[in-house]
């Protein structure tokens, strides 16, 4: 198989590139060349979608799959799709579940309303960008495109932090605020898992939207946070403190307390996602203590949660120290068992 990886130098690019290359596939990337080389044996074609003449390198070669990350202006979506068009077998583009229109229902489906958006577009928010780009791509490939809308991505690579951040957390030891309830379902993607459907589906040209994340309760947020002690080997204790009191006291989730989304909370969809059509294409996950331990033997490794290859840098993620103490202090010892 002949596969074509338009970025590849980012969190899930990457870990794509290195599965076609595990496949033993004939892999090529395309990319400013900013953020690294790539693997031994994979062509690097450098350019930049965004500027006059950006795809040059674009304007020769077949390839069997194309695979597409971009999360910038649909237009230039738009025009690599165009630039790419007659050349390609099946066109892969990693979309979000972000696209869904609010409110968005527990148990969303990939018939859900989505937000509008230009394919043309010069700009917009996150979801508008990822839905304009999906409509792109349709425009010039229609039922030769599949559009996979990731959930909560996590695993070894990722460049936001949250999972990491945690990880490092429970390394330093004593009380960790977690956030109750313990068993509250939680519900993301392993990079890995993500790339393998990815290429699994690209190759079988599966067509259309597709929900790609585990199954609702995959795992939960005590699953989560022991496999961390156990990764990690910390003398740490989980003090779990309920959602309502963590509100009260005005902590964020999802920002300051990383995957958590309580009950109740206006985006608790995002790990309610229906996964039927993904699992019925052959999608599988690991279990979390494998993601789990990975990311954090690649964290001891890399040093740091490098930064976002071609994207906006993002607010940090996660409590400061001083406000978790203060916390842990208001709260009392919490419950270390639930």
Not at 3 to 8: A, D, E, F, V, W
Not at 156 to 172: K, N, Q, S, Y
Not at 213 to 233: F, K, N, Q, S, W
């Amino acid at each position: 198989m002949r596969m074509l990886m338009l970025g590849g130098s980012g969190f899930v690019g990457r870990a794509t590139v290195a599965e076609g290359v595990r496949r033993g596939w004939t892999v090529a990337v395309f990319n400013r060349g900013r953020h690294g080389a790539p693997p031994a044996g994979v062509r690097h074609l450098t350019g930049d979608r965004t500027t006059a003449d950006g795809l040059a390198a674009l304007a020769d070669g077949e390839w069997d799959v194309v695979v597409d990350t971009w999360d910038g202006a649909p237009r230039d979506a738009l025009a690599g799709a165009r630039m790419l068009a007659g050349r390609v077998g099946h066109y892969v583009y990693v979309s979000s579940g972000s696209v869904y229109a609010p409110p968005v229902p527990a148990g969303v489906t990939e018939h859900d309303a989505v937000v509008d958006a230009d394919p043309a577009a010069a700009d917009g928010d996150y979801p508008t960008l990822k839905r304009g780009s999906e409509r792109a791509v349709q425009e010039v490939f229609g039922d030769r495109s599949l559009l996979a809308r990731a959930g909560l991505i996590l695993g070894p690579g990722e460049d936001i932090g949250r999972l990491p951040w945690w990880l490092t957390r429970v390394a330093r030891g004593g009380d960790v605020l977690a956030p109750g309830p313990a068993d509250l379902p939680v519900q993301y993607v392993d990079v890995r898992d993500l790339a393998v459907f990815l290429l699994d589906a690209g190759a079988a040209r599966l067509a259309g939207p597709v929900n790609v994340v585990d199954r609702p309760g995959h795992t939960t947020m005590g699953g989560l946070l022991a496999a961390a002690v156990t990764a990690t080997g910390a003398d740490a204790s989980l003090r779990w403190v309920a959602p309502e009191r963590l509100r009260d006291a005005g902590v964020s989730p999802w920002s300051e307390l990383p995957v958590w989304l309580p009950p109740g909370h206006e985006y608790r969809w995002m790990q309610q996602i229906d996964v039927r059509r993904a699992y019925a294409a052959g999608f599988t996950g690991r279990p979390v203590s494998d993601t789990v331990t990975d990311t954090w033997e690649w964290l001891r490794r890399v040093g740091e949660v490098p930064a976002r290859a071609g994207r906006p840098a993002r607010e940090p993620v996660g409590l400061d120290p001083t406000r978790e103490a203060a916390l842990l202090a208001e709260f009392g010892t919490g419950d270390p068992a639930r």
